[in-house]
């Protein structure tokens, strides 16, 4: 059975940072692309940033270019996120995924594999 468990994510000031893991198990997802989402209150979820198989190609959301970064472990079947410079409109859970592509995507449809979710919340 497949599991996406992510950890890190907590309580920071604004202009702090935080990293979140991705740990997947059940299988190897060595061959596909993974991402990090993330979804408020009465909001939909939203694509935040995406890694290639290969680590290769990456793409962020316009809204966290420049402060977050997307890397993966493929030996330990895991993703990260690295959040730097967080903004209280960065709060939310955030989810990773992994897409049935090998490519880098944003699309939200080509994920099959979600995580329960880890909650950031950025004080003011």
């Known amino acids: 059975q497949v599991q996406l468990v992510e950890s890190g994510g907590g309580l920071v000031q604004a202009g702090g940072s935080l990293r979140l893991s991705c740990a997947a198990s059940?299988?190897?997802?060595?061959?596909?692309?993974m991402g990090w989402f993330r979804q408020s209150p009465g909001k939909e979820r939203e694509f935040v940033a995406t890694?290639?198989?290969?680590?290769?190609?990456?793409y962020y959301a316009d809204s966290v270019k420049g402060r977050f970064t997307i890397s993966r472990d493929r030996a330990k079947n895991a993703v990260y996120l690295q959040m730097n410079s967080l903004k209280p409109e960065d709060t939310a859970t955030y989810y990773c995924?992994?897409?049935?592509?090998?490519?880098?995507?944003?699309?939200?449809?080509?994920?099959?594999?979600w995580g329960q979710g880890t909650q950031v919340t950025v004080s003011s």
């Open positions: 995924a992994v897409s049935y592509v090998g490519m880098a995507t944003r699309e939200l449809d080509r994920y099959d594999y």
């Open positions: 059940g299988r190897t997802f060595s061959s596909n692309a």
């Open positions: 890694i290639s198989w290969s680590g290769g190609t990456t």
